[in-house]
């Protein structure tokens, strides 16, 4: 069975440019979550989605935003960058946001 | 806030040693609990999950649940170089939050040959 891809893998963006970043889930998985990896704040939760619907929303600001296809994709989007959003994005897919797979994540860069 | 806590080590076993990896948390209800393993540049990969009160095992290794104590551990057994790795600890908030995990930085494990 496939795992959980992303793209791009690699991303070099300016300060108060947009970034939408995609996420295909493994076959069958319905749940998918995005975290932002940080050397500093390590792994934290962006938002859930299941079935097309927002179940849960961490701490970020409103510039950070998501959706999800009826087909389980996913797409995360960072609007009006700022240099503190360079970071690992990572999604994990699952059958009901229990045991989470991570996909190879996206490093973003805002330079 | 609900909190995960690990050392963040460095932890360093010598090779065929036992490793030994801690993880407290807050939420009192949680039920749902997690170890990652993460390789340098590389993204985490779900390696034990444990559910009830006790042991878990699963080749070298075993998950230990304490939800009295809101504690819950690692052991990797037989210590190769290649389990090298920051090991993260993810526990399932409870209540109207569930659906998402709340990560421990993480410890680092180096196996020295």
């Known amino acids: 069975k496939a795992g959980v891809t992303q793209t791009p893998r690699y991303l070099i963006k300016t300060r108060g440019q947009q970034v939408t970043l995609s996420c295909s889930p493994i076959?069958?998985?319905?749940?998918v979550s995005w975290y932002q990896q940080t050397p500093g704040q390590g792994l934290q939760f962006l938002f859930e989605?299941?079935?097309?619907?927002?179940?849960n929303k961490g701490n970020f600001p409103g510039r950070f935003s998501g959706r999800q296809f009826s087909n389980s994709r996913s797409e995360m989007n960072v609007s009006t960058l700022e240099l503190g959003d360079s970071a690992l994005y990572l999604c994990?897919?699952?059958?009901?946001?229990?045991?989470?797979?991570f996909g190879p994540g996206t490093r973003l860069t805002v330079t | 806030q609900k909190e995960v806590e690990q050392n963040s080590g460095p932890l360093s076993v010598p090779e065929g040693a036992i490793a030994s990896l801690n993880c407290t948390y807050s939420?009192?209800?949680?039920?749902?609990f997690f170890w990652y393993r993460q390789y340098s540049g590389k993204s985490p990969e779900l390696i034990m999950f444990?559910?009830?009160?006790g042991d878990k095992e699963d080749g070298r290794f075993t998950a230990q649940l304490n939800k009295a104590s809101q504690y819950v551990s690692l052991l990797i057994r037989d210590s190769q170089p290649s389990d090298s790795a920051t090991y993260l600890c993810?526990?399932?908030?409870?209540?109207?939050?569930?659906?998402?995990?709340?990560f421990g930085k993480g410890t680092l494990l180096t196996v020295n040959p």
């Open positions: 994990a897919s699952s059958l009901e946001a229990d045991e989470q797979y």
């Open positions: 076959s069958g998985h319905r749940s």
């Open positions: 989605y299941f079935s097309e619907t927002q179940r």
């Open positions: 939420d009192r209800g949680s039920q749902s």
């Open positions: 444990i559910y009830s009160n």
């Open positions: 993810a526990v399932e908030d409870s209540g109207g939050s569930n659906y998402k995990l709340t």
